[in-house]
């Protein structure tokens, strides 16, 4: 840790100086992320992959032992099954197939003989065409996301920022889809819902960092890339404790839920977690460095002044 003058701030890392660590294992997630999309592709749940699933409140403790059991007598062995809800009185069924009425009749029928007649469900089926379109959809709005931020970006800043922070920021969507993908965990509505509020939250560190870096930068007459370099960090540290106050406050709401909510919203908090935790390591090590990289050695005209003391 050294202090740094010009810059009136406590550098006790200097990101820059191994910036080439950091792309290089960024790279190299990106890679495992893509050959597990290859190989074994994404868990889709039923809102992505036609099929039925059910919802099964039996109102008693059940074991996965039995719930299967019971299905397995009326021909459903391929099938994912999960417990939850208060004692594991819930139990939440996907089929592949899209059920008729009859089946689902006749299931609820064998759980209520079995269990009491105070079994309910709820049933969501998806078609082959509806779950096509979803994913279509979900792709487009991913695209539209990425295309307004950069555009908001370059009309506040410069086409250079704008370019770094969409690469992070796609980084950051990749990271949650490869993670997924690689530990085979569902990808449902929520899901993306967590993918897009990740990218949100994640341009809103790199806003804040390359607003630093554009007001250091009018204060300070650069010559070289070292001094670049030099100001880049500084402005990393000068912001560092915002961002990581910022990240903490939602990254408490999110392991919250994961921890105490629902299962049906447990993915969804899960990726969130994976996605603010990406945000916050790509605006230090990927976003600023990717900018010095892109502003080169030769760095506009600037008014010389005296350099802004930290907040």
């Not at 074994?40 to 699933?53: E, I, P, S, W, Y």
């Not at 530990?183 to 449902?188: A, D, G, K, Q, T």
């Not at 629902?262 to 990717?290: D, Q, R």
């Amino acid at each position: 840790m050294h202090y740094n003058e010009r810059f009136h701030t406590k550098i006790r890392f200097d990101f820059i100086k191994h910036q080439k660590k950091f792309f290089i294992a960024s790279a190299l997630l990106v890679v495992i992320g893509i050959i597990s999309l290859f190989a074994v592709q994404l868990n889709l749940g039923v809102d992505f992959k036609a099929g039925t699933h059910m919802d099964l409140e039996v109102g008693a403790a059940i074991t996965k032992e039995q719930a299967a059991e019971t299905l397995d007598k009326l021909g459903y062995d391929n099938i994912e099954l999960t417990l939850g809800g208060a004692s594991n009185q819930r139990v939440s069924v996907r089929f592949d197939e899209v059920l008729e009425q009859t089946q689902v009749s006749e299931i609820l029928k064998t759980f209520r003989e079995q269990f009491g007649d105070q079994v309910t469900e709820e049933v969501n089926v998806v078609s082959p065409d509806m779950a096509r379109e979803l994913g279509v959809k979900t792709i487009y709005a991913v695209i539209i996301a990425s295309i307004a931020i950069m555009i908001y970006v370059m009309i506040r800043f410069e086409w250079r920022f704008a370019l770094a922070a969409n690469i992070a920021i796609l980084y950051d969507a990749f990271v949650v889809v490869a993670l997924f993908s690689i530990f085979r965990l569902e990808v449902n509505l929520p899901f993306i819902a967590a993918v897009l509020t990740t990218i949100g939250y994640s341009i809103n560190d790199k806003i804040v960092i390359f607003d630093r870096i554009r007001e250091n930068l009018r204060f300070s007459k650069q010559k070289n890339k070292e001094q670049l370099a030099e100001l880049v960090n500084a402005s990393l540290w000068q912001t560092m404790a915002r961002n990581i106050y910022t990240v903490l406050t939602v990254l408490i709401v999110a392991v919250s839920l994961y921890l105490f909510g629902s299962e049906s919203i447990k993915l969804f908090a899960l990726a969130k977690i994976i996605g603010l935790a990406s945000g916050a390591y790509s605006s230090v090590c990927i976003a600023s460095p990717l900018w010095l990289i892109l502003r080169g050695d030769k760095p506009k005209p600037s008014k010389t002044a005296k350099a802004p003391v930290a907040s």
